[in-house]
């Protein structure tokens, strides 16, 4: 079984960025797809990008543009670039791999490994 370690997060202020990473424990990571959730106070779990194992990407509308993921497979690591962040962008934020198919990409049931979660802080 694939474990997955988080790292990154933080408190940052509005308009700047952050980069979260989530390392995987074998090179077989590279082959499968990304998930990357985030969970805001007070609120459920919800899907905000994936990443395919043929490199193609998906992004919930309201982080498309602000947010990209980045895969070096050299380091077996997936990295979230976050840019021009906001309040409402303050979550727990999760990474997970699994095997979806293309039209269910953004279901949590497709994914069967799971990182920590790591806080991310939108804050003056």
């Known amino acids: 079984q694939v474990q997955l370690v988080q790292s990154g997060g933080g408190l940052v202020q509005p308009g700047g960025s952050l980069t979260l990473s989530c390392a995987a424990s074998?090179?077989?990571?590279?082959?499968?797809?990304i998930g990357w959730y985030r969970q805001p106070p007070g609120k459920e779990r919800e899907w905000i990008a994936s990443?395919?194992?043929?490199?193609?990407?998906y992004y919930k509308d309201s982080v498309k543009g602000r947010f990209a993921i980045v895969r070096d497979n050299d380091k077996n690591t997936v990295h979230l670039q976050m840019n021009n962040l906001k309040p409402e962008d303050t979550a727990v934020y999760y990474c997970?791999?699994?095997?979806?198919?293309?039209?269910?990409?953004?279901?949590?049931?497709?994914?069967?490994?799971w990182g920590q979660g790591t806080q991310v802080t939108v804050s003056s």
């Open positions: 990443l395919s194992s043929g490199e193609k990407t």
């Open positions: 997970a791999n699994g095997r979806p198919i293309l039209s269910a990409i953004r279901r949590e049931d497709m994914y069967y490994n």
């Open positions: 074998v090179s077989t990571f590279r082959f499968l797809a």
